[in-house]
């Protein structure tokens, strides 16, 4: 279908060609004409006759969030609506850090997307997968971005109105650049930089000169979050015990220098300002009425960034609001999409502490905020998954409640797939056993993915739950699915489809043959070992060629290999696994003394409709020995 730009303004022009060509649609110089009406209400207004429409906004993004609603209305004779504008920075972080870079075209994606939802801020977290040129091991090997292509980023962004924030590190969370030899000189322990030094000065100066050449805001996130440790090591040796805050305000205000000297405006984690006040180093304990001393306090000219992606209680978010506002002039609120946890999205993890945290944000006034994409221990759940948690946040901005009926309606205009279709992955880890809303963000899906079939690190801990049956069933509604989900979602759904199709068998498959040998069933043992095994094997190798395929179409090649390593290692194991089955059924060996360990609870004091909990490093998973050597 055809559209115009009435009053048309380049800008809006360029960013409506591309976004109704994501649809279908085009731009050209007749057919439906679009009235944008720029005002200074927080209102988003849009009104469609049949023939016409008005969009009134006030922010550019909004314009296109409002072209979003014309399109999914566009079927009905008429159409008009007018929402709140509760957010004035509705933002989302992608995380090209842990060992996964964003492809360019996928960012550009994610940026469409963002604009038809609304979201105005897009933080880039770059720890070390940046070029600084002083620095030629900084990002070696780990897909960081050129400045050209962060330009490129920061261009694209720009033509829908969106920001583009760096979000770096500039103290801990540096571990990957500190491994080389090159770095140790920069080191006060393996993850954290070396402060109050002046080589450390000199590195990050080269950050923000590297930074200021790719982006065009003047806001830069600095990190420093969890430098637990801080002043412990080299530090330590140098300058003998300083107290941690003191170290942090020092590392702090000669950051801040540099900043000024670049022309940026310095935001920061928050949550080392609550732990090295309170005695026990915790984020969340402060009492309410907690008292900041003057020394403890934010910079006027620093905002503070408060993080929370686990609390179900509001009034938790209150007191965190209150006393953040007493510590800093600015405050931005950082909540999360619940990607980071293993093999598969935690949907009601994600769903429940962003629906508490709105309402307290939306009562507080606090207008700023932005859903976190982390991808902890090294990108396990594709990316592509995190639309859900990303466009339910979103609509926090326009709405003061996000029903299932909302949600629903504008997952399938985003993305052509249903919130039922989308809420089976998260049946992947929400399984029986885990609190209401998965509150303990259990991920059985990587542990049982993971664990080796003849330790059963986690078979005690699941005997009870028939997992099995859990996931066949799981594995039957997918696959009537599959047909609704349109080609670009296809190969996501296929994947976790082959998950849950390997958990069905792979998943008590310890818990049998354990009781086979122990009873001594060889018969049973023996069907295990020809018939089993086998199908797990088909599935793994599956399974690890569709996360290859969503990783390369997504991601830069560089850190997939991880991934490779970890999921070739359960296909090696079902297969040594079938070796020492068969040595044992054909009386080469005599025992397996591997069947023969006790098999105990991992979480003793879990059980019944709480028996399970997150474990997500993968070497606790896949053994009880030392991965480490040491």
């Known amino acids: 279908m055809n559209f115009q730009l009435t009053a048309q303004q380049e800008t809006l022009g360029k960013g409506l060609e591309i976004l109704l060509n994501t649809k279908g649609h085009r731009l050209a110089g007749d057919g439906i004409r679009i009235l944008p009406e720029p005002h200074t209400e927080k209102t988003l207004t849009v009104s469609w006759d049949g023939s016409s429409a008005v969009v009134g906004y006030c922010h550019t993004t909004h314009f296109f ?3 979003g609603l014309l399109l999914q209305h566009l079927s009905e004779g008429s159409f008009s609506c007018t929402e709140t504008l509760w957010l004035d920075e509705n933002g989302l972080m992608l995380d090209c850090s842990r060992n996964a ?13 963002m604009a038809f939802a609304g979201m105005n801020v897009l933080y880039l977290y770059l720890e070390d997968t940046y070029e600084v040129p002083e620095y030629p091991y900084f990002g070696l090997m780990r897909g ?5 292509e962060l330009k490129a980023i920061d261009s694209y962004a720009a033509v829908f109105g969106i920001e583009v924030v760096p979000c770096i590190q500039t103290l801990a969370h540096m571990r990957t650049f ?11 322990t393996d993850n954290i930089l070396l402060a109050e030094d002046e080589q450390t000065c000199d590195l990050i100066r080269a950050m923000l000169r590297s930074l200021r050449e790719c982006f065009s805001t003047r806001r ?3 990190g420093m979050d969890e430098a637990e440790g801080l002043g412990t090591g080299r530090y330590l040796l140098q300058h003998g015990y300083q107290d941690p805050i003191q170290i942090l305000q020092r590392h702090l205000a000669r950051v801040m220098e540099y900043c000024r000297e670049f022309d940026f405006h310095p935001m920061i984690w928050s949550d080392m300002y609550f732990k090295l006040a309170d005695k026990n180093a915790t984020y969340y304990d402060l009492p309410e009425d907690y008292q900041w001393k003057e020394e403890e306090k934010a910079p006027d000219d620093l905002t503070l960034v408060y993080w929370d992606y686990y609390n179900h209680d509001e009034a938790v978010y209150r007191k965190m609001v209150r006393l953040h506002q007493s510590l800093a002039s600015h405050l931005v609120f950082a909540g999360g999409g619940w990607i980071w946890n293993g093999l598969a999205p935690n949907y009601s993890k994600a769903m429940d502490t962003t629906l508490k945290a709105m309402h307290v944000l939306h009562d507080c006034g606090l207008r700023q905020a932005f859903c976190t994409l982390w991808s902890d221990n090294s990108s396990e759940t594709p990316q592509l998954a995190a639309l859900l948690s990303m466009l339910f946040f979103s609509e926090f901005g326009f709405h003061e409640d996000v029903d299932e009926d909302l949600l629903n309606r504008r997952l399938q205009f985003h993305t052509g797939v249903d919130l039922s279709a989308w809420m089976l992955l998260d049946q992947l880890d929400a399984v029986p056993g885990t609190a209401p809303d998965n509150r303990r963000a259990a991920n059985p899906s990587k542990q049982l993915f993971y664990q080796d079939p003849l330790l059963g690190l986690f078979d005690a801990q699941t005997q009870d739950l028939e997992l099995d049956k859990w996931y066949q069933a799981l594995a039957e509604q997918m696959e009537k699915k599959l047909p609704e989900i349109p080609e670009t979602f296809l ?9 849950a199709s390997l958990l069905s068998v792979k998943s008590t498959l310890g818990q049998k043959l354990t009781r086979a040998y122990l009873d001594g069933d060889r018969e049973t043992i023996r069907n295990l070992s020809d018939q089993a095994i086998p199908a797990c094997i088909e599935d793994s190798r599956a399974v690890l060629s569709l996360r290859e395929q969503l990783w390369m179409d997504l991601m830069r090649p560089q850190g997939f290999e991880v991934v490779n390593i970890r999921m070739s290692g359960v296909t090696a194991r079902l297969e040594a696994a079938k070796r020492r089955l068969d040595a044992w059924l054909q009386g080469t060996v005599d025992r397996l003394p591997e069947l023969e360990d006790p098999r105990l609870p991992y979480d003793p004091d879990l059980s019944g409709d709480d028996a399970l909990t997150t474990h997500n490093l993968w070497e606790h998973l896949v053994t009880a020995s030392n991965m480490y050597g040491v």
Request: glycine content about 2%.
């Open 65 to 67: 969030r409002g072209v």
């Open 101 to 113: 870079v964003y492809k360019t075209e996928f960012v550009r994606k994610y940026l469409e997307t």
């Open 144 to 148: 960081r971005y050129s400045q050209e």
């Open 178 to 188: 500190l491994r080389w030899p090159s770095s140790q000189y920069l080191r006060d």
């Open 220 to 222: 830069i996130h600095l």
């Open 491 to 499: 190969p996501l759904f296929r994947y976790y489809h082959r998950l």
